[in-house]
């Protein structure tokens, strides 16, 4: 179970209070994620989560509140979080660590996506990024190539020798491509970054929102599109790709935004780099956990999977 922190009653229902969100009526510990203390928190005004953040520093996190509370403003369904009525501050304190309410999303996760459920995922994707372009304030994606290049020689000692060797060769080959001028020229601005299957709700077969938002950073947009693919549209048991839900997912993110000539270019790339960025966190989680946090770590020879899928099948756009 996700909870890092234990949180009391007493001190939940303080909170909300303070925040004139009503009077606390139940407080749920969350089962699932693996990054931060997560609390479903119902009143009589609502409905509400929690978050504790375990990893995440108080200077890191206005970038990623501000955000969802900018692109709650812009009409995309995603957690509105909850200010202090009188400074308007975003981020609060509980437990001692930085903390923050947000509205519930209703729904479920849709864990076994449909080729319409992936359109409707690319559209609003690609909806978010445009809605992310007014948004001012800039932080990298602090999952991007300088983690990777610092990571990969942490995790090293804890593979074999064939995987020691694909991740030294993709990641020379994402630095190549990364000082390439067709890199250079990729649109760019806020990402979600981790967009999967449990990081998106349902509720009757129709999209209620996008979640968790972070690994969220200023990266390309390409970067994020490559993500969802490597989730939504994969076979999970060999990460081959599912032609029918990638085809889906990026019509449906083309209606809202044409992809550029340099986009078309590189998803092939970035593909690659998303299924190296799950496959190097996964390996680092697994090998290298926080003390008795981490209890279920995500299996990292499926990104190996992807990642060589990826490399021996590149995905054009169409
Ligand atoms: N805003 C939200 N609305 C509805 N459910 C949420 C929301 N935030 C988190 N959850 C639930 O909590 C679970 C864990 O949240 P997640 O953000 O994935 O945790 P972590 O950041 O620790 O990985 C999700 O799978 C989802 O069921
Ligand atoms: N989506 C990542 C892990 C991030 O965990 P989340 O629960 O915050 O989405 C993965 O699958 O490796």
């Not at 990969?152 to 993709?170: N, W």
């Not at 950073?217 to 599109?225: A, C, H, K, R, S």
Request: aromatic share 10%; glycine share 6%; charged share 20%.
């Amino acid at each position: 179970m996700a909870v890092f922190t234990e949180v009391s009653f007493d001190e939940a229902r303080e909170l909300l209070r303070h925040l004139r969100l009503g009077e606390l009526q139940e407080l749920r510990g969350i089962e699932g994620g693996i990054e931060n203390t997560n609390y479903f928190a119902t009143t009589d005004h609502g409905a509400y989560v929690l978050t504790l953040f375990e990893r995440l520093s108080a200077a890191q996190l206005p970038f990623y509140l501000y955000l969802m509370k900018h692109l709650a403003q812009a009409g995309i369904p995603v957690p509105d979080p909850h200010g202090d009525p009188a400074s308007g501050d975003l981020l609060q304190t509980v437990a001692g660590k930085p903390a923050a309410v947000v509205d519930r999303l209703r729904g479920r996760s849709e864990l076994a996506p449909s080729p319409a459920q992936c359109a409707a995922v690319g559209a609003m994707l690609a909806r978010m990024h445009l809605a992310g372009r007014g948004y001012e304030r800039s932080q990298p994606n602090l999952r991007g190539l300088a983690w990777w290049n610092e990571t990969v020689p942490v995790v090293l000692p804890h593979v074999d020798a064939a995987q020691a060797a694909l991740l030294r060769s993709e990641l020379a080959y994402q630095n190549h491509v990364a000082a390439s001028p067709a890199y250079a020229a990729l649109p760019r601005g806020p990402i979600h970054a981790d967009l999967f299957r449990d990081n998106a709700m349902f509720e009757d077969g129709v999209l209620t929102g996008f979640f968790d938002f972070y690994f969220a950073g200023v990266d390309t947009w390409l970067f994020d599109i490559a993500v969802c693919l490597n989730d939504w549209c994969v076979h999970l048991p060999d990460g081959s790709h599912d032609a029918g839900r990638t085809a889906a997912f990026l019509q449906g993110y083309a209606q809202e935004r044409a992809p550029t000539a340099a986009e078309r270019r590189l998803l092939p790339a970035l593909l690659r780099a998303g299924a190296l960025r799950f496959w190097i966190s996964r390996l680092w989680d697994y090998h290298l956990p926080r003390e008795a946090s981490i209890l279920k770590p995500h299996d990292p020879t499926h990104f190996e999977r992807v990642l060589r899928q990826r490399i021996t099948h590149p995905v054009h756009l169409p």
